[in-house]
């Protein structure tokens, strides 16, 4: 079946630097979506991207919808304690209408 | 408002009983999903209803059972669950046919 892998497992950054993650699949997906989710809580969603190449940003995030559609890219930038928690990707491709496919997650710990 | 709320927070129950999560949104989404998801893993998709319609179901073992009494409501009855059902169950609504999902804060349940 579909599946997507996410790079790197786990990061460990200092507070003020930009962090670069990345999802990719061997199936090609129609839709991106970029979740996080803090500890104890439910996934947010970050950003959303429906065409190919598209570059959508959200405050100091910033997401890409790889040209073959294959790969997404989350950047954050000037990174801060609050940006700490598991960042998901997720796509959707062309089987099923209703169904999201969630990528293992990249846990993203800040150190002050 | 955007959010989805889940009652209860945390649930422990025993193998022999009866009980139900709860699922409540006003978005006037006509999409609702359950999830289930096991610590530091992404969520696993359970079931889907489509305009109080069961649209999807992942082949998910009979003690649990969804219900979707009206459009804003979403209920997981659980009956005689083992140990291993323990983890954290999450609520999801969006409009139909929409790729972007909102998710509640979860229930955690522990199964002794």
């Known amino acids: 079946g579909q599946q997507l892998n996410q790079s790197p497992q786990s990061m460990f950054i200092q507070e003020g630097e930009d962090v670069s993650m990345n999802c990719t699949s061997s199936?090609?997906?129609?839709?991106w979506l970029w979740y996080k989710q803090d500890p104890g809580e439910g996934p947010v969603l970050l950003i959303a991207l429906y065409k190919a190449g598209e570059l959508t940003s959200n405050g100091r995030l910033t997401a890409q919808f790889g040209i073959t559609r294959k790969d997404s890219f989350l950047n954050i930038s000037a990174s801060i304690p609050s940006d700490v928690g598991i960042y998901f990707c997720?796509?959707?491709?062309?089987?099923?209408?209703?169904?999201?496919?969630f990528g293992p997650g990249t846990s993203l710990s800040v150190i002050p | 408002d955007t959010e989805v709320t889940q009652t209860p927070k945390h649930l422990v129950m025993g193998m022999t009983n009866k009980k139900s999560l709860k699922c409540e949104q006003h978005m006037g989404h006509r999409a609702m999903y359950w999830y289930k998801q096991k610590a530091k893993k992404p969520p696993e998709l359970m079931f889907v209803y489509s305009y109080e319609k069961l649209s999807i179901n992942e082949s998910v073992p009979s003690r649990f059972s969804p219900e979707c009494p009206n459009s804003s409501l979403l209920n997981l009855h659980l009956h005689a669950l083992q140990p291993e059902d323990s983890a954290l169950y999450l609520c999801?609504?969006?409009?139909?046919?929409?790729?972007?999902?909102?998710f509640g804060p979860g229930t955690r349940l522990t199964v002794t």
């Open positions: 999801a609504s969006s409009r139909v046919g929409a790729y972007e999902q909102y």
């Open positions: 199936s090609i997906f129609n839709t």
């Open positions: 997720a796509g959707l491709g062309r089987t099923s209408y209703d169904k999201v496919i």
